[in-house]
């Protein structure tokens, strides 16, 4: 139908007949004999042109042309031609050449839009672009966003895949895993109450292929949980997924490393430095209050044992340069808030602010851990000096704001009340020009170390869960920790972290059947149903499995990332609302009670089942017990 | 943990220190001073050897290989040496080098396996190799399929991304689509009754991009199908999807004519020929009863109008060189088998088999055609030499065999009986030698100008139903018939078939929402609730949607071909066995009540829903009303 696209076309073709189709947009009929049509397709424009000296039939091509509506589909025949030196005739068009037309076919007419995705001033609201997805897909944001997520991916595949990555697809039917996240059910007609469920990740799959000899396995697959939706969830969502045999985690980091190069190298024609940083999970925490810290910019927590009578306690101080002197407490508000809101959620026990001014503290209310430390000092030095001292200790200066906190020494959160104080203060900081965060720097890092099981704050029995996945191994010199004391033993485990994103998480795997065994049935106590329905999996270990390990990235956050889009949905073709609900298509619809039938269910009223949190992400998210 | 994998290393070694880690097997202990183990990897194999006069701690070495049990996973550093001349020391050890060992460390010990993959001669039946897949995977016949498997998908990638098409991947949580076969839901929590649906291809989703404006689109997609299992079926299978704008039908096969030249060139160093041969639906059925013939040989179908007085039906014979001589009655019993049961069926009204012998046939019951037609034959010439002229017409030579058969000339069958009896009698003129298939030609087919509908031979209202699926553009000049007498509308479908095989099919599709809506609303027929599940699909045709079109690939069938397997399950890593389950992970499993409570389901005693058949394959499968 077309010899060229609109983008190919150059001074080089002045002279040629050529056609090309695409959209009618922006026409204009200056004269009698004179038409301007602008003509795009998905890669560019081209101003369309009747006139009547240079067109045979000018009459029959000026009455099609200036009948087409806008958005009509056309396919139009014409000579190329020089534009006339300092012809401003097509608005944005600023190539010398257009096409003198003698053939204009209609391929389809267009209605009028629902909205004009070519227009950014009058864009409505996203239940509305969502609901037209293929309008919105116009858009030239969204159209970039796509087609640098189809570069990205095939430049991971190519790396993977000249690396010699064997891409191996597992199935999407997979069962359901009673250690983890909610998962999709799918009935099938098998037996009674028989059901499929969507994979959370190809774990198993990939630790089975690793039996199976397959030493360097890699899939972009696709993986679904049924999670309350939030801004940056969706139900299904695409992950690179990788595992090697015979491997350290040096040798993982080291392949992301190269990958990441390679992707960014590819797609933005950016260098990123490598090794990336690496960082445990308790510098993490004490450092920035974050698992997954944006080390773009300081702010950094510091301990205060000083504030603290009591070993059971951390007490630690966050000052926020110049945030006392820059905001009202109106602009605090979401500060304090999230302060007094992480408090109640047990992650400190408590809290207090106090803005800075010319060597004092406001704030001091009775109760705060710092009155009752001056009102401890009982010393000679007067309590005005001794304050002085104590803010220099912080570094903390007139009009700073200064955030103090107080929890556990036995429980480490992921996120602490102070890291997202954090996180909050450096948004304002930045919007009022008062902190640099460079949007173009990647501050890569790796999160190593984790503690392998977390006793659950609010679990009685004082039971420990995986913190990442059952299958992730003991670092080696903890090994006789699991035995004696496993709360202590940290896990092999690494998250991959940028700018204060998780990307993805992984970790040496257990390879020995009996470490395996005893965390399910020792350490994690799993019910013995749970226990049996890994099995496969632990059989699999027995009969000559590989030491392993692996990793998965979140793609969908990777792309997010590489087109500094704002939101997942940007960088997804067709992405669920908030709601759950497919717009564009009207998913999910109404099952019939036939349909039903057939797979030996029916509707009822819905329980009250309790909705399930899970806060961490990467390769298969943290088991709850008593799910 | 290794410098080197097995294979990498040779005589350009000699003499260097390597670190190696594998499978150890063929543990043989020669004498007190002579140890041999080789060493297994994903590549190849080492022979590892420890030797009193060459081996450093030759003792404490001995000592460990001679205890490694088979399959045992061992890491080893040695010296790479060279083999004295002449040594058959290894069995299937044809290298020049071996490794002279000097530490052995044991990385996972394995229990006895329940079968030793690889031993080709004891391997145990294909559920119990289900069950441990991750052993069967470890077959050099697996391992091969699924590594090619890995080189053809990324052959496929380079093509596509290289040809400017944009991989966009499109939800596998998507809805029931009234028009297709059974589909695997997914209970929701979003409101009562609420599914989502795993898709059958992502039809609609491509064309919703053709809207979007992104004029070549391809995705390597995951589809599901709940249908009956047979031995070529897969509830999810993978295909090959791609779209285009502004084509038509010969652009879209050029495209994929050159792509399996790219492909089968990367993976077999094959050069296949392009173009494809190209045949009409109506040629197909007639020269080889079938519309996915294998061509490469000829066993073709004889119109046999003689036979017939009537108009309504249309008399074909088949005749099998050699078939009455080479086999007996017994041996014919499939071919007449298959000939009664297609009758049953209603393919063809009657058939009967004659076997010539000397210019005279058996089997001339009196009610056959042949007799009848030799009974009605009241001319001056003699009965016996009418026949051997009409043998003669035929083709019929003593000691062949002779099949009439006869149908309505209404319905056109993408299969007749004879063509049934076609496909069988090759395979046993094959196995007899009688007739040459080789094996290593690809006959690459294009099948076109389906009739656009069906109408169902056992539908009392006469009702018509798409062929393929209800976006299929009709043949230009068919237009016109889709007002006045749609049942004679070819429609712009066209179907890859090798040797017999589907591979795959796609067509032009509608892009006009007027004439959509008339094959939903006049020929089709939907009810209203069908019809307006496709609303937001008419509606972005009306929006600017351009003329497009596209085809799916079937790409584990594609696999198995290039690997020469006979069933997809040895090309997909966790295939599902013939019941459904997926025999390595134990899925599906029993939900429990409380799952499907948070769903608003509960399990009921199962209903006697009836099977559904499916008989086509391709991008959508054939509709089927009332269901």
């Given at each position: 139908m077309r010899t060229h696209t609109c983008s190919e076309l150059g001074a080089q073709h002045i002279g040629q007949r050529v056609d090309l189709c695409g959209w009618a947009q922006n026409i204009r009929v200056l004269s009698d004999t004179l038409v301007f049509v602008q003509l795009r397709d998905a890669y560019g424009t081209m101003q369309l042109l009747a006139e009547h000296s240079r067109t045979a039939g000018f009459a029959e091509q000026k009455r099609l042309l200036e009948r087409l509506g806008s958005d009509t589909l056309v396919g139009v025949s014409g000579t190329v031609v020089r534009r006339p030196d300092g012809a401003a005739r097509g608005k944005g068009e600023s190539r010398e050449i257009e096409l003198l037309v003698d053939h204009v076919r209609v391929l389809n007419r267009a209605l009028p839009l629902p909205f004009n995705p070519h227009s950014t001033a009058n864009l409505p609201g996203e239940d509305t672009r969502l609901a037209h997805r293929y309008l919105d897909l116009r858009r030239p944001e969204l159209q970039r966003n796509i087609r640098m997520r189809s570069q990205a991916t095939m430049a991971v595949r190519r790396f993977m895949h000249d690396s010699g990555f064997v891409d191996i697809e597992t199935p999407v039917l997979f069962k359901s895993t009673p250690e983890g996240a909610r998962e999709f059910l799918v009935p099938t007609r098998i037996g009674p109450g028989a059901c499929y469920a969507l994979p959370q990740s190809p774990q198993q799959f990939k630790q089975l292929l690793m039996a199976a000899g397959f030493d360097r396995y890699f899939q972009i697959a696709r993986c679904f949980r049924d999670e309350d939706l939030r801004a940056d969830r969706q139900p299904e969502f695409t992950q690179v997924d990788l595992e090697m045999s015979f491997v350290s985690k040096g040798d993982i980091q080291r392949v992301v490393e190269q990958l990441l190069q390679h992707v960014w190298g590819m797609v933005n024609g950016m260098r990123i430095e490598a090794p990336f940083r690496r960082m445990s999970f308790a510098e993490a925490t004490s450092r920035f209050?974050?698992?997954?810290?944006?080390?773009?910019?300081g702010l950094e927590i510091t301990p205060?044992?000083?504030?603290?009578?009591?070993?059971?306690t951390v007490t630690e101080v966050l000052v926020i340069p110049g945030g006392a002197a820059a905001f009202s407490t109106k602009e605090l508000a979401p500060l304090t808030d999230t302060a007094r809101s992480s408090q109640a959620n047990g992650e400190s026990k408590l809290t207090s602010m106090h803005k800075v001014r010319d060597g004092d503290v406001a704030g001091?209310?009775?109760?705060t851990l710092l009155a009752r430390w001056l009102a401890a000092g009982?010393?000679?030095?007067a309590s005005g000096s001794r304050l002085t001292d104590l803010l220099d200790t912080f570094g903390a200066r007139s009009g700073d704001l200064l955030f103090v906190s107080e929890r556990s020494a036995h429980v480490t959160p992921a996120n602490t009340t102070l890291g997202r104080v954090r996180s909050l203060a450096a948004g304002l900081l930045r919007d009022r020009g008062l902190l640099a965060i460079p949007a173009d720097r990647f501050d890569f890092l790796w999160v190593e170390e984790f503690p392998l099981f977390t006793r659950e704050a609010d679990d009685a029995c004082g039971r420990l869960s995986a913190t990442?996945?059952?299958f992730t191994a003991p670092v080696e010199d903890d090994l006789p920790l699991l035995y004696?004391?496993?709360?202590?033993v940290r896990g092999q485990h690494y998250d991959l972290v940028l700018n204060g994103v998780e990307l993805g998480g992984g970790s040496i795997r257990v390879h020995d059947p009996d470490v395996q065994q005893h965390i399910f049935h020792e350490v994690l106590r799993l019910a013995p149903d749970v226990e049996a329905s890994f099995g496969h999996l632990v059989a699999a270990l027995g009969h000559g499995c590989p030491p392993h390990g692996g990793i998965a990235l979140g793609l969908d956050r990777l792309v997010a990332v590489l087109t500094g889009s704002t939101s997942l949905r940007d960088v997804i073709a067709f992405p669920k609302a908030a709601s759950g609900r497919d717009l564009s298509v009207h998913a999910p619809a109404p099952a019939t009670a036939d349909q039903l039938a057939e797979y030996g269910l029916q509707a009822v009223r819905k329980g009250a089942g309790a909705a399930s949190e899970n806060e961490r992400g990467a390769e298969m998210p943290r088991p709850a017990h008593g799910r």
């Open positions: 209050g974050s698992d997954k810290p944006d080390t773009r910019f205060a044992p000083q504030l603290s009578g009591d070993s059971d001091l209310g009775r109760s009982a010393g000679p030095q990442h996945h059952p004696t004391d496993p709360a202590r």
